[in-house]
């Protein structure tokens, strides 16, 4: 599996960004995905999460109402609409495959795109 993202950028605060993350894979409803973010000095957080058939999602706590996860299984394609950005958002965000279960740990995605910029400007 290889995922690549993109969509990152420089927006100022209260703006909005729309992640994308392509999957190269036969087919992609075999994996539930996941958003992660790194800032610089930090661990990578976990930013939500979406099943297999995107029907259920998860989010942490401070981009509820603000972040939409979501996925296009016929294009192979992952989301991330980020809206009401703030500066704490600005971070690397990575995408992130599990074959066989979602949570909000790293250790349970299996593959790892390269990560996209964001950066939120107050």
């Known amino acids: 599996v290889q995922l690549q993202a993109s969509g990152g950028g420089l927006v100022q605060a209260g703006g909005s960004l729309r992640l994308s993350c392509a999957a190269s894979?036969?087919?992609?409803?075999?994996?539930?995905m996941g958003w992660f973010r790194q800032a610089p000095g930090k661990e990578r957080q976990f930013v939500a999460a979406?099943?297999?058939?995107?029907?259920?999602?998860y989010y942490t706590d401070s981009v509820k109402g603000r972040f939409t996860i979501s996925r296009d299984n016929a294009e192979n394609t992952l989301y991330l609409q980020m809206n009401s950005l703030k500066p704490d958002d600005t971070a690397v965000y990575f995408c992130?495959?599990?074959?066989?279960?979602?949570?909000?740990?790293?250790?349970?995605?299996?593959?790892w795109g390269q990560g996209t910029q964001v950066t939120v400007s107050s």
């Open positions: 992130a495959a599990s074959r066989y279960s979602w949570t909000t740990s790293t250790a349970t995605y299996n593959f």
């Open positions: 894979v036969r087919t992609f409803s075999d994996y539930a």
């Open positions: 979406i099943s297999w058939s995107g029907t259920s999602t």
